[in-house]
């Protein structure tokens, strides 16, 4: 993914961003956990997008990609024709961190307004410049060439509303993998995510978890 980012689409876009802030660099690398962003250092001048490993193991499976964003806007706005697969999740997720990256160039990211009109015009024009297809396509190239299947059946998602259903406040719950595993209890149930407050050694953090990545603690 970070290969593809690097020449698919900040080749491209370099000149471009250096012309706005000149000696700006792009550096993408892999972390460990789910977390998956984009950062600038205005010291250094580095764009670093980070891919998190577990955010990519989660878009391999049907019920761990239903709480994903990437999911709800290939969904919602229509992107590789409102098909989810695990391809077109990873290729989407590589526009939407990019997206991140001429936003803040275009000093279009606010504090407290991310996902605004301005990042859904610049990830909407990635997708219709055909970028996002290039990406996916160089995604399924190198897995191929690295003998990686890169699924591109279509998933079956469960309907929220049915995972939803079977959580509560108060329900103590598990998220997350080992080493990184964490527990906490409900105390607020949202549209699509619960609010859980950590518990144990986890106690005195707040957590916003998918519904799809919990599962009751035992």
């Known amino acids: 993914m970070g290969a593809a980012t690097e020449a698919i689409l ?17 550096k993408c690398r892999a972390g460990s956990g789910q977390a998956t962003y984009h950062k600038f250092d205005p010291h250094s001048r580095r764009h670093t997008i980070t891919y998190g490993r577990q955010m990519v193991m989660a878009k391999f499976g049907g019920a761990s990609s239903q709480g994903w964003l990437s999911t709800r806007e290939i969904q919602g706005r ?3 024709d409102g098909e989810v697969s695990t391809c077109n999740l990873l290729a989407h997720t590589c526009c939407h961190e990019f997206a991140h990256l001429l936003q803040n160039v275009s000093g279009e990211r606010l504090h407290g307004s991310v996902h605004n009109a301005a990042f859904y015009r610049i990830l909407d024009e990635l997708h219709a410049s055909a970028g996002a297809a290039a990406v996916r396509a160089f995604l399924l190239e190198k897995s191929r060439q ?9 998933m079956a998602l469960v309907d929220v509303r049915d995972q939803m259903a079977r959580f509560a406040v108060g329900d103590t719950v598990q998220f997350g993998h080992a080493p990184r595993q964490r527990e906490g209890r409900i105390i607020r149930v949202n549209r699509r995510t619960c609010t859980v407050q950590g518990t144990g050694r986890w106690r005195g953090a707040r957590y916003r978890v998918p519904v799809s990545m919990m599962r009751h603690s035992r």
């Open 10 to 26: 900040w080749g491209p876009a370099r000149e471009w961003v250096q012309n706005r802030n000149p000696g700006s660099e792009l």
């Open 78 to 80: 229509d992107y590789f």
């Open 146 to 154: 690295q003998g990686i299947e890169l699924p591109q059946s279509i």
